[in-house]
């Protein structure tokens, strides 16, 4: 009589290789581990108060750890830990290693703001993390705290240092706003090499939670590349396979960096992505207005194979293109008012994790 497997995750040869109505796999989960944040980024969240996740809801690592598995059966071989900050979430190495051990991830990142990071850079990477983001708009402190209402650029600096000791390498995500950093393209681009970071600049976007956002504070990729072929000489595209969001770039000097077009030159026809909040809803696209409540099943204590199925089947229907929806529009206007934020917090970026 042959063995019966124990129950469990499933074999990487057993993992379903499932697409979406416009034929996009199911590659890359976002698992925000907290919504709860220690900066307040004027694209971000620029507003005084936040209706919070209740604590009650919050996924526990085992729970998420359990998620990933449903998900790597799908096909997911992709994880990155964003939040809100991640590292405010108490004990994360606790879940890197968790999630470190599963041979279905190919690629466990965070991405953080890097404030928390030079105390926990070298034991995220020793519990098996791989790789590290770190978002950085500025070299300025006071416009470091006009920006996110913390004089923290120094933290942020020493935590880049941190994650370069115990990774080697990093990226630097920067959000680039006319009339408030577009000055400092080609300083953030110095910086990153000197930083041994890559650096990708990030146009602006109509997210729910960027209730300050209008059309005429986006800096355009096109825009961005002028800036920089200006300061720096010729840019060269970097021709790669790739389902990832930043088109890359290369100077003469080999200096690589990319840009992240969502707003001017969306991605949508290859996005392989999609967003768990804290508390274990699912949304396929950042624009979504509706997400699937995967906690619920999680806590009536459904089978993996039961969870990896409504997976499939939700995201075999998927037809999203937010981005691309959002660039049709005449009047651009931010995506969800105030009024509607306060109403249904899973509508915040901070709350999907970006
Ligand atoms: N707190 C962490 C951080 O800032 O890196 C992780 C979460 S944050 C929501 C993830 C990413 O979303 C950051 O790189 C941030 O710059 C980006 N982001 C937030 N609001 C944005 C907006 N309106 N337009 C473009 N990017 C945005
Ligand atoms: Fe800024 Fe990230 Fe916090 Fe949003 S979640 S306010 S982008 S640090
Ligand atoms: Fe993907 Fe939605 Fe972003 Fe388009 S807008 S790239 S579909 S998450």
């Known amino acids: 009589m ?21 034929g996009r796999p199911l590659r890359n989960l976002r698992l925000s581990v907290t919504d709860r944040c220690n900066l307040r980024c004027q694209y971000c969240m620029p507003e005084e108060e936040y209706v919070w996740l209740p604590r009650e809801d919050l996924l526990h690592f085992e729970e998420m750890s359990r998620l990933v598995d449903a998900f790597t059966g799908c096909g997911v071989d992709k994880v990155r830990l964003t939040g809100g900050e991640p590292l405010l979430r108490r004990d994360l190495p606790t ?32 519990a098996g993390l791989h790789r590290v983001t770190v ?9 470091f705290k006009a920006l996110t209402r913390q004089n923290a650029l120094d933290a942020v600096l020493s935590g880049i240092r941190a994650a ?10 920067a959000v680039v706003i006319r009339g408030v950093n577009d000055d400092e393209i080609v300083s953030l681009l110095d910086f990153a090499r000197s930083a041994n970071a890559e650096l990708r600049y990030i146009e602006y976007m109509d997210v729910g ?18 800036q920089i072929a200006r300061a720096c000489g010729p840019v060269e595209p970097v ?45 396929l696209c950042l624009y ?27 995201w075999q229907a998927r037809t999203d293109r937010g ?15 105030v009024s509607a934020l306060r109403a249904n917090p899973h509508l915040e970026m901070h709350t999907r994790g970006g």
């Not at 042959?2 to 416009?22: F, H, Q």
């Not at 077009?261 to 290859?270: N, V």
């Not at 509706?290 to 499939?312: H, S």
């Open 2 to 22: 042959r063995a019966v497997p124990p129950p469990g995750p499933p074999r990487l040869d057993e993992r379903r290789r499932v697409a979406d109505r416009l």
């Open 209 to 226: 939670g960027a209730t300050h956002w209008s059309m005429d504070k986006v800096v355009s990729r096109t825009e961005i590349l002028d």
């Open 288 to 314: 979504a207005s509706a997400g699937i409540d995967l906690r619920r099943p999680l806590r009536d204590g459904r089978a993996l194979a039961e969870i990896g199925a409504l997976i499939e089947s939700v």
């Open 95 to 126: 879940l890197v290693s968790l999630l470190a051990a599963k041979p279905a991830l190919r690629d466990l990142a965070m991405t953080t703001n890097g404030i928390l990071l030079s105390d926990h850079a070298k034991a995220l990477k020793q």
């Open 135 to 143: 978002s950085l708009d500025t070299l300025q402190p006071d416009r």
């Open 164 to 173: 370069r000791d115990a990774f080697g390498r990093l990226k630097l995500d």
């Open 323 to 337: 981005a691309e929806t959002r660039l049709t529009l005449r009047d651009r206007r931010p995506f969800v008012p």
């Open 239 to 283: 021709v790669e396979e790739s389902s990832a969001p930043a088109d890359r770039f290369r100077l003469r000097d080999g200096t690589a960096f990319g840009i992240i077009s969502s707003t001017t030159d969306p991605f949508c026809r290859s996005c392989d992505r999609s967003r768990v909040t804290a508390d274990g809803m699912w949304y």
